[in-house]
């Protein structure tokens, strides 16, 4: 493989005498060494992030990587406390630059559905002790579903359009659960999906594909979590309950058959079809790590071992190959990579998966000089840069709740 685009792994396999440093006596979870070395991660770069990198952080309010980011781990924050507290909300909308969208972008991640969908269950949770010039949540809630009209002229995929939006209405419907709360949600959210679908079959026609659904991206049919098929499926999946049994098992499943045939024998996928750099990048926008909670989700939904088995090839190519040159972000790095194996530990149980998290998170934590051959553009941000290591480093504390940030509710 020319210009080799990852580290050897030179981490210890695992075995009962390495793991006692990482892993508590019952394998469930991570050692007091190991929580409290995160802890001091978190503190340390937290306040890193809030003063020297301030200005990195609001160099736009998206998601991605903007403000809206940091928003969105304070949120998280909150919703994991035993006893949550205002005052965490309070901050989430200190990174919520609601003034500057102009109603142009569709999706979570990079438009305005990810901001609009965090103000909308702020407002809705600090109720009458919201600040005054915070609007209502139902106000809110209004901007956010207006953003349909932007649909059909936006792709389908995760980072900018169709999958992105879906996902803010999934999330705002998580955590607002009274259904008379916002009643127009539910069938906002069966139209999108019926949009997605329906792309989805129209452009597999045109392809003339063995595929029932195919979604095309800047004139390429991408197959992984950013924006292609794996993506978009996976958003799918999680609004399973709205979709009707006929196109759960004559579109989304045998889409999912398809997509399984396109594995490379590494376990590896390819970024798209026919795509020119083979079998080479390991990461979650384009390869395996944005296949593994796809196939884990398959499994549990239509309960067939050949998807869990694809997933944990997957995870047996990012052990072996996910140490990225690109260095530790959580879209094309070593962050996001750690997140398969906290997939892998959440439906198998088995402590390997655990532990190899934990060694990635070691990765990222250390920072050895040449181990991030490409700076970020957005050394700060969620997705790119910083704070997505300061959200793996909270997840793999608790690694039964941990979920990918803007991908899974």
């Not at 990852?6 to 508590?24: A, G, Q």
């Not at 006596?25 to 503190?43: A, T």
């Not at 972008?105 to 600090?126: E, H, M, N, Q, W």
């Not at 999330?171 to 019926?194: C, G, Q, W």
């Amino acid at each position: 493989m020319s210009l080799k685009s990852f580290f050897e792994n030179n981490f210890e396999e695992f075995s009962d005498e390495v793991i006692r440093e990482h892993l508590n006596d019952r394998q469930n979870g991570i050692s007091e060494r190991y929580v409290e070395m995160l802890l001091n991660f978190i503190k340390e770069k937290l306040n890193l992030l809030t003063s020297k990198m301030q200005l990195d952080i609001f160099s736009n309010g998206t998601v991605y990587t903007g403000s809206a980011g940091l928003g969105l781990y304070y949120f998280m924050r909150y919703i994991r406390k035993n006893k949550p507290e205002d005052d965490v909300l309070k901050i989430v909308l200190e990174y919520l630059d609601l003034k500057s969208l102009k109603g142009r972008r569709i999706s979570f991640l990079c438009g305005d559905a990810g901001p609009l969908a965090l103000a909308t269950i702020v407002s809705y949770k600090l109720g009458t002790s919201r600040p005054a010039n915070l609007p209502d949540y139902k106000a809110l809630a209004q901007r956010l579903l207006d953003l349909i009209s932007l649909l059909k002229e936006s792709p389908d995929e995760l980072l900018y359009g169709g999958a992105g939006y879906l996902y803010a209405l999934l999330f705002v419907n998580k955590y607002i659960r009274e259904t008379d709360v916002i009643p127009s949600l539910p069938k906002h959210i069966e139209k999108v999906i019926a949009s997605i679908i329906q792309s989805g079959k129209l452009f597999s026609a045109k392809s003339k594909s063995e595929s029932p659904l195919l979604w095309q991206w800047h004139e390429k049919i991408y197959l992984g979590a950013a924006h292609g098929v794996a993506g978009i499926l996976y958003i799918l999946l999680q609004a399973h309950s709205y979709i009707n049994h006929q196109d759960m098992h004559t579109s989304i499943k045998p889409t999912l058959d398809w997509l399984a045939l396109q594995q490379f024998p590494s376990g590896n996928f390819p970024s798209s079809l026919g795509s020119s750099s083979g079998d080479r990048l390991v990461q979650w926008c384009h390869g395996a790590p944005g296949f593994v909670p796809l196939f884990l989700l398959a499994y549990q939904i239509f309960k067939e071992e050949a998807y869990l088995k694809i997933a944990l090839q997957c995870g047996e190519v990012i052990w072996q190959r996910g140490l990225c040159t690109k260095g530790y972000s959580i879209c094309h790095g070593v962050s996001g990579n750690a997140y398969s194996f906290l997939y892998l530990y959440q439906t198998t149980k088995d402590p390997l998966h655990l532990y190899r998290a934990c060694r990635f998170m070691e990765w990222c934590v250390a920072e050895k000089a040449g181990t991030e051959l490409h700076t970020p553009d957005r050394p700060a941000s969620l997705f790119e840069g910083l704070l997505g290591r300061l959200y793996l480093a909270e997840d793999i504390i608790r690694p039964d709740v941990a979920k990918f940030p803007a991908f899974t509710l």
